[in-house]
């Protein structure tokens, strides 16, 4: 089997760093600026999201202003189908004809949906086709190039931070959602730089500098001519990054279907161009901008960047070290139980990785797995010294809080009778007292009866006994005939 072709590392040679929007008075999104330019260039859906006073709108309606586009701009919350196409009237040929005015959207050439989030079911329904094939009841616009949106996040995709969640804004439809091919979060005023924040008070938006218009038309036709080029030079790089990022996202809670994943795609060769055109880094930080701007769950719940950012640079190591890289082999793994494991038998790996390694996947094991894996690993974790400090302490503290004192036991009698059942299972056990006791502790931690929806239901006690005694011995074995093997 040939080798996967290796993505190249570079930056725009000669090229000074170029803006997008703050020659249209547009401050504080630079890092935006090669996602929202590859959507101009393509003339993809693009959608913006993000709490009100974000100059979305300003934003859009400049660029339109910029690129001499025939514009219509709707109030999603307040729209009537007439309100686009006119009012119907049978013609003499026994079809239909429209009698529309001038806000209508037979000829325009862009289109901003505003306050979608707030829009009434029957019409988003509507909007499907016009957003996905520029098609309004059949008939296709000829005209119509760009389809913009803006929303504010609902309550799910609110992370509570600033204001409070918007009323009566709701998750936009998934279906609908993915017709976007970029959906661009906004950052609040408060993210902005104090240089940044500073121009917006002083008025910086009521500004467009001269030959704005013209730098922008520019940057836009210089993207459209180094789209094919870079989707040459970027061969397989970016068809495996794809297949590489999506089982790290399924982990995350992400998952891409074939129409989003192919979107990713185009995506991450347009906003590469996007950057070369404006003079920005290439390879890493482009694929990840662009990864940012092509997740459609964040109008419906969030999420989180620093998901993104772990699946981004898993599948970007997985496509640019080479096949024998121990940093790639590792980065394949995506079980939390054998990537702490690895993190400590995997030759190869430099002892930062492997603290930073072993730290997330045992965060991302449930508690009682936690803790038992903690078990095993610090004695080994003293001994050999083979991760920083913090991640031994880290490991140290799980162990702690599990072995230190015992576990409160809580809760009604009739919750509570599989504590001397599993208690007698145990002494019965092959394990050592304290180890018994440990694993005691750490069932009971997961119980919370208090709270149905979480934790363990231990009236089912031998199954989940079993469980915890099978992850044990499989920890033990691991570790030790790994640890034998190294000696």
């Known amino acids: 089997m040939p080798p996967r ?11 000074p760093h170029r803006s997008l929007l703050r020659p249209l008075g547009i401050v504080g999104y630079d890092a935006l600026e090669p996602a929202l330019l590859a959507a101009l260039a393509t003339r993809e859906p693009l959608l913006l ?32 189908f007439d309100d686009l196409a006119g009012f119907p009237i049978p013609d003499e040929q026994g079809g239909i004809r429209y009698a529309a005015g001038p806000g209508a959207i037979w000829d325009a050439q862009a289109v901003f949906f505003d306050e979608i989030g707030r829009c009434r079911p029957e019409m988003a329904n509507k909007l499907f086709p016009l957003v996905h094939e520029r098609r309004i009841q059949g008939v296709r616009l000829e005209r119509l190039e760009h389809r913009w949106a803006a929303t504010n996040p ?42 940044d924040r500073a121009l917006v008070i002083r008025g910086a938006g009521d500004e467009v500098a001269p030959h704005a218009h013209a730098g922008l038309r520019e940057l836009v036709h210089a993207t459209r001519d180094l ?15 794809v297949l590489a990022l999506c089982p790290h996202l399924e982990a995350a809670g992400i998952t891409l279907g074939g129409r989003r994943a192919a979107t990713l795609h ?14 920005r880094p290439l390879g890493e930080p482009a694929f990840f901008a662009a990864l940012q701007a092509s997740i459609p769950d964040v109008v419906r719940r969030i999420v989180p960047d620093t998901a993104l950012a772990a699946a981004h640079r ?19 793994v995506l079980d939390p139980h054998r990537r702490a494991l690895l993190a400590v038998t995997l030759p190869g790996l430099d002892a930062p990785f492997r603290g930073e390694a072993l730290v997330s996947a045992l965060a991302a094991l449930p508690g009682w797995q936690r803790e038992i894996l903690a078990w095993h690993l610090l004695p080994r974790l003293v001994r050999d010294a083979i991760v920083p400090a913090p991640a031994v302490e880290s490991v140290a503290e799980i162990v702690e809080q599990n072995a230190d004192g015992g576990s409160e036991i809580r809760g009604y009698r009739g919750q509570l009778d599989w504590v001397p059942k599993v208690r007698s299972a145990l002494a019965k056990s092959a394990l050592e007292q ?35 005694l099978a992850f044990w011995r499989q920890t033990a074995e691991s570790l030790g005939g790994a640890l034998a093997e190294a000696a």
């Open 154 to 195: 609902p309550a799910e995709a609110h992370d509570g931070a600033g204001d409070d969640a918007y009323e009566g804004v709701e998750r936009l439809d998934p279906a609908l959602a993915d017709r976007f091919a970029y959906v661009v979060r906004l950052p609040r005023f408060g993210d902005l730089s104090d240089a």
């Open 434 to 468: 304290h180890a018994a006791d440990y694993v005691l502790n750490a069932l009971v931690r997961a119980h919370r009866p208090q709270t149905a929806s979480a934790g363990l239901d231990l009236r089912d006690w031998e199954r989940h006994l079993d469980a915890a």
């Open 49 to 80: 999201v993000s709490d009100h006073g974000a100059a979305k709108t300003l934003l859009l309606v400049r660029l339109a202003e910029a690129l001499g586009l025939a514009f219509r701009h709707y109030n999603a919350s307040l729209l009537q």
């Open 5 to 15: 072709p290796r993505a190249r590392l570079r930056v725009a040679p000669s090229i």
């Open 227 to 241: 789209i094919p080029p870079t989707g040459t030079d970027l061969g397989d790089v970016a068809v495996q990054y």
């Open 266 to 279: 185009r995506n991450l060769v347009a906003v590469s161009a996007a950057s070369a055109a404006l003079g």
């Open 314 to 332: 898993a599948a970007w190591e997985q496509v640019t070290l080479p096949p024998a890289d121990p940093v790639r082999v590792f980065r394949a």
